[in-house]
């Protein structure tokens, strides 16, 4: 039965008694709770490649900026215990504010330069907040590998770059964009949009469609693609675009034609709710 922990020693106990009596390894899925068809994938990832599988809901107040949705982020715990239990989650590890960030706590894990760039850049400081609560929650849980999507792409670069420089254990395994059948990205703040707004966001998704077509028969300037994207936009006015960017999927740096691993990334604001999409173009 899936047990449902609230402190960072319950945790740690509970991940180094099942690795010492047996061996097991313990994968790890981060999340912020309002769980779907996305998150189950990631979960169904880590129940594949690892003996026992902790699923974190907490949503983290430092990576949101003033003026962001902390307050109205979609919370459900009962909800999300039960989508968890049933793909296969063990534990559940959902701590407080104060059980994370005690009185005083004053360190935090920044990664100068990546988390500058693409979301970084639109939310100063968003990275640092990222950086910070998953680093924590790598050494409670102590898991062998942490399971991410590729949706936020720019998140997972940041964090393989942290875990790299702070010579963590944890391996950061990358899984697939889960969409819509319409091709919407799976998204928690998709739960914001109206009924047409939902159809101004499918937007996103025939951009980058696009490029990711584009690029299969030949294309490589990056500008053209930029071109065609933002082209595509133009067909939803009411959408506005925050970026359109070809860039390294290691550094985040812009780059001028494509390469292998290219990140094709796009973000834009349908209404109050900002939306991300991206491509990886071999």
């Given at each position: 039965?899936?047990?449902?922990?609230?402190?960072?020693?319950?945790?740690?106990?509970?991940?180094?008694?099942?690795?010492?009596?047996?061996?097991?390894?313990?994968?790890?899925?981060?999340?912020?709770?309002?769980?779907?068809?996305?998150?189950?994938?990631?979960?169904?990832?880590?129940?594949?490649?690892?003996?026992?599988?902790?699923?974190?809901?907490?949503?983290?107040?430092?990576?949101?900026?003033?003026?962001?949705?902390?307050?109205?982020?979609?919370?459900?715990?009962?909800?999300?215990?039960?989508?968890?239990?049933?793909?296969?989650?063990?534990?559940?590890?959902?701590?407080?504010?104060?059980?994370?960030?005690?009185?005083?706590?004053?360190?935090?894990?920044?990664?100068?330069?990546?988390?500058?760039?693409?979301?970084?850049?639109?939310?100063?400081?968003?990275?640092?907040?990222?950086?910070?609560?998953?680093?924590?929650?790598?050494i409670a849980t102590e898991a062998n590998r942490a399971f991410f999507g590729q949706k936020?792409?720019?998140?997972?670069?940041?964090?393989?770059?942290?875990?790299?420089?702070?010579?963590?254990?944890?391996?950061?395994?990358?899984?697939?964009?889960?969409?819509?059948?319409?091709?919407?990205?799976?998204?928690?703040?998709?739960?914001?949009?109206?009924?047409?707004?939902?159809?101004?966001?499918?937007?996103?998704?025939?951009?980058?469609?696009?490029?990711?077509?584009?690029?299969?028969?030949?294309?490589?300037?990056?500008?053209?693609?930029?071109?065609?994207?933002?082209?595509?936009?133009?067909?939803?006015?009411?959408?506005?675009v925050d970026y359109i960017e070809l860039v390294n999927w290691a550094t985040l740096e812009?780059?001028?034609?494509?390469?292998?691993?290219?990140?094709?990334?796009v973000a834009g604001w349908v209404g109050a709710t900002r939306l991300i999409d991206n491509?990886?173009?071999?």
């Amino acid at each position: 039965m899936m047990e449902i922990l609230r402190t960072v020693a319950e945790v740690r106990q509970w991940s180094r008694k099942e690795r010492n009596d047996g061996g097991n390894t313990i994968g790890l899925v981060p999340t912020m709770g309002a769980l779907h068809a996305g998150h189950a994938s990631l979960i169904r990832a880590a129940r594949a490649a690892s003996g026992f599988v902790v699923v974190s809901i907490f949503v983290n107040p430092t990576q949101f900026g003033p003026n962001e949705d902390y307050e109205r982020y979609p919370r459900n715990l009962e909800a999300d215990c039960a989508l968890a239990e049933a793909v296969g989650a063990d534990v559940i590890f959902a701590p407080s504010v104060e059980e994370l960030y005690p009185a005083g706590a004053a360190t935090f894990v920044e990664v100068e330069g990546l988390s500058d760039r693409l979301d970084g850049h639109s939310r100063p400081g968003h990275f640092r907040g990222v950086a910070t609560v998953v680093a924590k929650l790598l050494i409670a849980t102590e898991a062998n590998r942490a399971f991410f999507g590729q949706k936020d792409a720019a998140q997972v670069a940041v964090l393989r770059r942290m875990v790299a420089d702070m010579r963590l254990a944890t391996e950061i395994v990358v899984c697939p964009i889960v969409r819509e059948a319409d091709g919407l990205a799976l998204s928690s703040r998709n739960s914001y949009l109206s009924a047409e707004e939902r159809g101004q966001a499918l937007v996103l998704s025939r951009s980058v469609r696009l490029v990711e077509v584009m690029a299969a028969g030949g294309e490589r300037h990056a500008k053209v693609l930029i071109e065609a994207a933002r082209k595509c936009f133009t067909a939803e006015a009411r959408v506005r675009v925050d970026y359109i960017e070809l860039v390294n999927w290691a550094t985040l740096e812009p780059m001028e034609s494509v390469a292998p691993g290219s990140l094709f990334a796009v973000a834009g604001w349908v209404g109050a709710t900002r939306l991300i999409d991206n491509a990886i173009l071999e």
